[in-house]
């Protein structure tokens, strides 16, 4: 199983970002999400999304603002960014839950950075 993130880029504070990422080699994934580490932090959880359900969960910081969501093609979550700030700045990496319900698959990561 591969997961391809994109969408990282260099925007102003109070812009709009999305981020995508899509998960080949597999049929089906239990939930995907989405985490970020900003520079000298740890990887913590941004938001995620269960695949059968379509129910959404988000960290604290994000709520309101970030929105998780299936996307069209097959097995891909997007991530839509409002409001955006440069707390926000951090490398974002997709994550599934495949083989069980823990986040068992992990993209490259894709870096925002939100200047001010």
């Known amino acids: 199983v591969q997961l391809q993130a994109s969408g990282g880029g260099l925007v102003q504070a109070g812009d709009s970002l999305s981020l995508s990422c899509a998960a080949s080699g597999t049929s089906s994934t239990n939930a995907m999400g989405w985490f970020r580490q900003a520079p000298g932090s740890e990887r913590v959880f941004v938001a995620g999304?269960?695949?059968?359900?379509?129910?959404?969960v988000y960290a604290d910081s994000v709520k309101g603002r970030f929105t998780i969501s299936r996307g069209n093609a097959k097995n891909t979550v997007n991530l839509q960014m409002i409001s955006v700030q440069p707390a926000d700045t951090a490398v974002y990496y997709c994550?599934?839950?495949?083989?069980?319900?823990?986040?068992?698959?992990w993209g490259q990561g894709t870096l925002v950075t939100v200047s001010s």
């Open positions: 999304i269960n695949w059968s359900a379509g129910s959404t």
């Open positions: 994550a599934a839950a495949v083989l069980s319900h823990l986040w068992d698959h």
